[in-house]
């Protein structure tokens, strides 16, 4: 079908389709808001963050209709185009609205950027596929290379509406900190809703039904201009990765070789959503041309007939897969395939509708295609047997199965056996029963909820993944040392960063020598930081570490009296023998701990001459108490980790966890973006150390910052974000499998489709 003969008109319906999505949503948004906040509300956490969620759902509760109201005027405005594209009325400009003023740019304006980033953000981790769908029909119609970075279909312009109503409704920063998960979360299910019912209304009214971006991909022979609506990213990949070697003298073209072989490979796992989205296309291209009617977009209603068929087939599978009598045996593969297809061809005969038999035998293939799967394990085999008539149920009432990757039935396999296809032979028994039991209960849900549809499975699929967190973190022998290690790891460059931007602030307009300021900084907060791990951050030692450092302050400050100068002679040998085993402490070697005990020594020493003004003694009071109040003040925002502060904690080598820093290749911001998108439990090859094994990835840290990855034998990697994509860049570390195992389940049924098309009428 082609586009409108008016397709600005149809964009602008588009744009307000999508905002009248969201203005009817909202009501039930802002619902699950305050629910949310209720649980929060109610479960353990430490004293001074229970206490600011409590108040946050009380503020929540008490000004949710403001909010509600807020929210509906603004995106009613948008609607209008009432609103400037930059986000109208609200007050705190953007960063970007800033920068041609060429000033300071006050706290409250970062503040807001930076949530207004993370809500777009957190939206953008589920809505990646349907906005970029989104994005290709709307630019298409427009015929632009590009939305505009304040379209009102991009997040962050989102985002910034759904905050500037909770600022204008009187809601404060604190109280959304407090809730970011739940907004995060239900906004994020918004904005989903919105872009999937604003394709589907696209899709509907001719505009590309069908998108493939492959073409669109510029090729790193391609001397032309970039071609439109590919991002920078992929761009980077398919044209500069090759040059990356191209300057490193002897064997440049090896490399350049090398890194262009690697680049062919990366760029397709990086363009797997578009393939498989292809291979969808033409499943959904080869049955319309055989069954009439059949339209992928729209939902059908199930004769009464099929659906009593179905649950008469799904009772005898549970009995026969699931009894606990001895005297019943669970059949095998083989048999279990066999009694399937016996019992599609008596469903096949209840229905005389052509799509209803058509459905009834894609699913029949796509689950002999899984169930046929070499690498998953037998015992959990059976469990995705079962799951073949829930899914047969919803594939009849919602086509759209058939025509997107992310419905959440298709979705829930292919997460569960990513999380299991990664054992062989020799490691099936590292699975562990916890994993097998999950994937159990979750099969028994979708079973008991038989009417519930796509809801269901994307209930079990949100649980599947906290499950997953879950046992990494706590029950999997395999990873949870080493998950523990390495969130110790993350805390302590955490709290470093945050001890010296808070040290920082307090040393602003205290006169203290350069020397000591540098220690306090590059040193201490370290120091601070391990010891609040190693302790607790109100621990004696660690108060004993924040005494040493208001000593030290104290020290270094100007002495114009010989009592003075008298009190530190007898104070440094106990405040240098505390330095010194803070350093210890935080792995410093000897040596440098001589230089930096020497470098004090200076600072020291020129303090007993310095003319400035000595700290005053209630001065010196209140940095004293600020330091025993340090964690009350550290700043509740999210920093970037630097590789070269992922150090020595408890020694990583003997305690089972590696932490990688060196190897791999430069990698581009496209692998850089596929390191971020690895999801928890996915199988990866890697090759690190001379070892070449299976590792899963079974932690992620802050913004992705940090990635564990763990072996079958209980090895445990650390990855940081840019090692990682180096090494996903050099091919050291290879996915297990490039396609979903319901994808290469479509390829396997379309392969029999092609050969023999008559079998979906039949």
């Given at each position: 079908m082609a586009i409108s003969a008016d397709p600005k008109a149809l964009a602008a319906q588009a744009r307000k389709t999508f905002l009248n999505v969201l203005l009817y949503g909202a009501s039930n948004a802002l619902a699950a808001v305050e629910e949310g906040a209720r649980t929060l509300a109610t479960q353990a956490a430490p004293p001074d963050l229970l206490l600011r969620r409590r108040d946050a759902w009380s503020d929540v509760q008490r000004l949710r209709g403001k909010w509600q109201?807020?929210?509906?005027?603004?995106?009613?405005?948008?609607?209008?185009?009432?609103?400037?594209?930059?986000?109208?009325?609200?007050?705190?400009?953007?960063?970007?609205?800033?920068?041609?003023?060429?000033?300071?740019?006050?706290?409250?304006?970062?503040?807001?950027?930076?949530?207004?980033?993370?809500?777009?953000?957190?939206?953008?981790?589920?809505?990646?596929?349907?906005?970029?769908?989104?994005?290709?029909?709307?630019?298409?119609?427009?015929?632009?290379?590009?939305?505009?970075?304040?379209?009102?279909?991009?997040?962050?312009?989102?985002?910034?509406?759904?905050?500037?109503?909770?600022?204008?409704?009187?809601?404060?920063?604190?109280?959304?900190?407090?809730?970011?998960?739940?907004?995060?979360?239900?906004?994020?299910h918004l904005v989903v809703l919105g872009y999937h019912e604003t394709n589907k209304w696209l899709i509907a009214h001719g505009v590309l039904p069908e998108i493939d971006l492959r073409p669109l991909i510029r090729r790193a022979r391609d001397t032309g201009n970039p071609a439109p609506g590919v991002s920078s990213a992929v761009q980077s990949l398919a044209g500069g990765a090759a040059s990356v070697h191209v300057h490193s003298g002897p064997g440049s073209l090896r490399h350049v070789n090398d890194e262009t072989r690697l680049m062919t490979r990366a760029s397709a796992l990086l363009r797997a959503s578009e393939q498989a989205q292809a291979v969808l296309g033409r499943l959904n291209r080869l049955v319309g041309r055989q069954v009439p009617d059949f339209e992928a977009t729209t939902t059908h209603h199930a004769s009464p007939q099929l659906m009593a068929a179905i649950a008469d087939v799904e009772r005898e599978v549970r009995q026969r897969t699931g009894?606990?009598?001895?005297?019943?045996?669970?059949?095998?593969?083989?048999?279990?395939?066999?009694?399937?297809?016996?019992?599609?061809?008596?469903?096949?005969?209840?229905?005389?509708?052509?799509?209803?038999?058509?459905?009834?035998?894609?699913?029949?293939?796509?689950?002999?295609?899984?169930?046929?799967?070499?690498?998953?394990?037998?015992?959990?085999?059976?469990?995705?047997?079962r799951l073949q008539m829930p899914v047969l149920r919803v594939a009849i009432a919602e086509p759209d199965f058939f025509a997107t990757i992310d419905h959440p039935a298709r979705k829930l396999i292919d997460r569960m056996g990513a999380c299991v296809m990664g054992f062989d032979a020799s490691t099936a028994g590292a699975m562990g029963d916890a994993l097998e039991k999950e994937i159990k209960r979750v099969v028994q849900v979708v079973e008991a909820y038989p009417d519930t549809g796509r809801r269901v499975f994307q209930t079990v699929l949100v649980e599947f993944e906290k499950f997953l967190e879950h046992y990494f973190t706590k029950e999997n022998e395999s990873s949870r040392k080493g998950v523990s290690l390495a969130q110790q790891v993350e805390q302590r460059e955490i709290l470093t960063?945050?001890?010296?931007?808070?040290?920082?602030?307090?040393?602003?307009?205290?006169?203290?020598?350069?020397?000591?300021?540098?220690?306090?900084?590059?040193?201490?907060?370290?120091?601070?930081?391990?010891?609040a791990v190693k302790t607790g951050q109100q621990s004696e030692q660690t108060k004993a570490m924040k005494r040493a450092a208001a000593d030290l302050i104290w020290s270094a400050s100007a002495k114009v009296s010989r009592e003075e100068r008298a009190e530190v002679i007898r104070r440094l040998p106990p405040l240098l023998k505390t330095l010194r085993d803070g350093m210890a402490s935080a792995g410093v070697p000897p040596d440098k701990q001589e230089e930096h005990i020497q470098a004090l020594n200076n600072s020291l020493a020129a303090a007993f001459t310095a003319k400035a003004a000595a700290i005053p003694s209630e001065r010196l009071?209140?940095?004293?108490?600020?330091?025993?109040?340090?964690?009350?003040?550290?700043?509740?925002?999210?920093?970037?980790?630097?590789?070269?502060?992922?150090?020595?904690?408890?020694?990583?080598e003997t305690t089972g966890l590696e932490v990688v820093t060196e190897g791999g290749s430069m990698p581009s911001p496209a692998m850089v973006?596929?390191?971020?998108?690895?999801?928890?439990?996915?199988?990866?090859?890697?090759?690190?150390?001379?070892?070449?094994?299976?590792?899963?990835?079974?932690?992620?840290?802050?913004?992705?910052?940090?990635?564990?990855?763990?072996?079958?034998?209980?090895?445990?990697?650390?990855?940081?974000?840019?090692?990682?994509?180096?090494?996903?860049?050099?091919?050291?570390?290879?996915?297990?499998?490039?396609?979903?195992?319901?994808?290469?389940?479509t390829r396997s049924a379309l392969a029999k489709l092609d050969a023999d098309p008559s079998r979906l009428l039949n």
């Open positions: 109201q807020e929210l509906s005027e603004r995106l009613q405005r948008r609607m209008a185009g009432q609103l400037a594209d930059s986000g109208g009325s609200s007050k705190p400009a953007g960063l970007a609205q800033r920068g041609a003023e060429l000033s300071l740019v006050d706290d409250a304006t970062i503040e807001h950027e930076i949530l207004s980033s993370r809500l777009a953000l957190a939206v953008m981790d589920q809505a990646a596929t349907e906005f970029t769908d989104l994005r290709s029909r709307m630019t298409a119609m427009e015929r632009r290379d590009e939305l505009s970075s304040t379209d009102v279909l991009r997040p962050h312009t989102v985002a910034r509406e759904v905050l500037d109503a909770w600022l204008a409704c009187g809601l404060s920063i604190e109280a959304w900190r407090a809730l970011q998960p739940v907004l995060h979360d239900e906004f994020g009894s606990t009598r001895p005297d019943l045996v669970i059949p095998s593969t083989p048999v279990l395939l066999d009694e399937l297809n016996e019992k599609k061809q008596a469903l096949k005969r209840t229905t005389s509708s052509p799509i209803e038999r058509a459905t009834i035998e894609i699913v029949a293939l796509l689950f002999q295609s899984i169930l046929t799967e070499e690498r998953l394990p037998a015992s959990v085999r059976v469990w995705f047997a960063i945050q001890y010296t931007i808070e040290l920082r602030k307090m040393l602003n307009e205290v006169p203290v020598q350069d020397g000591v300021r540098e220690f306090l900084f590059q040193i201490w907060a370290d120091v601070l930081a391990m010891t009071d209140e940095l004293m108490m600020r330091l025993e109040t340090l964690e009350e003040l550290l700043p509740d925002t999210e920093v970037e980790i630097d590789e070269s502060m992922v150090v020595d904690l408890s020694g990583h973006a596929w390191a971020r998108g690895i999801q928890v439990g996915s199988w990866f090859k890697l090759d690190y150390r001379g070892r070449s094994e299976a590792v899963q990835l079974a932690w992620q840290g802050l913004r992705k910052q940090l990635s564990l990855f763990v072996s079958p034998t209980g090895r445990c990697i650390l990855f940081q974000q840019h090692r990682l994509a180096a090494f996903l860049q050099a091919g050291l570390m290879v996915p297990a499998e490039e396609e979903a195992l319901t994808v290469r389940a």
